[in-house]
Structures are given as structure tokens and as C-alpha cells.
């Protein structure tokens, strides 16, 4: 599945057997995104959430 | 057995952790919890019989544990046993008090303090935050100007847990590797050492470590096992040391992460975890 990064433009290519919640990162700008919702092939991006001090094991 | 995977990143563990469900035959679903509502505490079906609690922001996932319990459920791991583990003083505490050997802690509540733990220790030490993972902000100290100047930085910080405390702990002096057991209940499901890359004294593999499997011998596995009895049991990575002294285990994480574990073992880590959350549950 196809898209773009909102930041740099960039194409942006989602994995086919990707999964609501998966992170995807742009290969130019390394923006991650989080796959909001996958449906009849489209995929709708949301940015993804930044680390926090408190993520981790 | 209905399981829920509750995850707010996705990542290859949760997927695993999934997929491995689903091949042995639990009707399993993974649920991202970041929109998710809770009145409390009100019975909440949807998430079945169990849930494995995967969550890596830790005060998200102890929020949504205690939501959760309060619903009735029963979650893997337990509220209790995460609040002792994503605290390194309460980890330090339950590790002494069951006797398992851990390097020598001290807390300090004000920059003064942190002054005279430090000369009480001796340098060098590491400086550690209460809370955190992944080797962040994990400081060697190896004289008293760099500890001025980390407590001057300390105390700007905004974090009001960070701020004015101090954990301090023994250096441990060691190989340039430590040991990462992946526990299941009473069972070592991996155990690895995490060799740490050049240039970097810190094991972990979000730093960069690798993974290299070996058989723990009989007092490690002893060792490995009363630390995780020691936190309240569950599913665990207990992280370890090796100096001459002795084995020392200096952290047990709560929500474990596997994948550089997998990269140098043949067993299935996931399949053995979630072996692990079907025979818990039956009991």
C-alpha cells in the first residue's frame, strides 16, 4: 500500500500484511507513523507517538 | 481461554506474542488501548478471561492494570508486581529482602544528600533514575566534580520524581556483558548474555548489545529464579551480573522484551510465554 510522509513527501510504502497499530517509518525523513486504519487497501496514517521517559521494559 | 493483548506500540513481541496465541488454539485478539474509555470499576467483557498486559509507556500500562483488575480481570503481570518493577528502589528492596544478591543502594532525598551517599559508596557508582529503561540516563560516576555537576542537572529537571532524589548504587565491576533471563512463572525460558557494543558500557539492546546464548549453570538459574519470586512472579526479564564475587541481578523488567533474546536462541519465546498465560489461567 501506497502513500506519502505529511512531513518531507517522501513515498511512503506500508507493508501489505500490516496491522492497525504497526509503526511505519519514512525511509527520507524517519517521521514515524503509526496505521491508524487499513480498509479496502488504503491505508490512513496518524503520527505516531513520541518516546517518553517512561517507555520501556 | 479468551486472551487480550493490550499494546500502545506495536511492536514485533506483540505480533509474536499473537501470532503464538493464535497457533495454539486461544481465541486471542491484540487491542491498542490508546482509545479506549474506562468507567470504573465496571465489568468489561470484551477483554475475555485474561490479558496480557503489553503496554510500553509504564504509566499507561499501570493505569489500565488497575482499571482492569478493578473490572475483575486477571492481568499478566499484576499491578503489584508492576509497580515493584518499574520502580528501581521498590526492585532493590523486594531483591534484599528475599536474599537474592544485588548491588548495595543507597536513596537520597535532596542534592546534599545525593552528596554524602555518593562519598558513603565511594566512586566510582551509577547513578540511576527511579523509573526508566533502555539504559537512559544511566550514569558511571567516577569522581565528585562530574556528580556536582549531574546533581546540578538533576535539579533543573522537570520531572518531580527525578528532580531532588537520587538512587545510587555499587559499581559492579564486571565483563563487558551482562545476562538477560526471559521467566515464565517457574520456568528460564532464554537465558542470553547481552554483550555490550564498543564504545559503550551499557548492556541493553536498545543500546546496541548482541545476544548470545549460553546454559545458566545451577546456582545462576537458582538465582535467576528467587529474583523473580522475589518481584511477585510473572512473566520477567531478570538481568544479571557476573563478577568474580558472584552472580548480582540489579534489575527485573516488567514488560520484557524478547526479540534480541530470540535472535540467539532456538527455543520460541512467545510460544512458550503464552504456554506459560494458558496453564496460569486454568488454575
Known sequence: ?57 | MKLTITFDRLRWEEKALSDAAKAAGLDASLIDVKGLVFEVPKARPEFGDVVLQRCISHYRSSLLTQALEGSGLRVINSSAVAETCSNKLATSIALSNAGVPTPRTMLALSPEGAEEAAEELGYPFVLKPFTGSWGRMVTVVRDRATMQSLIEFKEELANPQEQHMYYLQEYIKRPPRDIRAIVAGDSIIACVHRIAPPGEWRTNVARGAVSKAFKPDKELKEIILSAAEAVGGGILGVDAMEPESGYIVHEVNNTVEFKGAQSAVDTDIPAQLIKYVAQSSRR
Not at chain 1, 507513523?33 to 503520527?47: C, D, F, M, Q, T
Request: charge should be negative; glycine fraction near 8%.
Open chain 1, 1 to 57: 500500500m501506497n502513500t506519502s510522509c505529511k512531513e518531507c513527501g517522501a513515498a511512503l510504502t506500508v507493508p501489505n500484511d500490516a496491522i492497525a497499530g504497526e509503526i511505519v517509518s519514512c525511509k527520507d525523513c524517519s517521521t514515524e507513523y503509526e496505521v491508524a486504519e487499513i480498509s479496502n487497501g488504503n491505508v490512513l496514517l496518524k503520527p505516531a507517538e513520541q518516546v517518553g521517559e517512561d517507555w520501556g521494559e
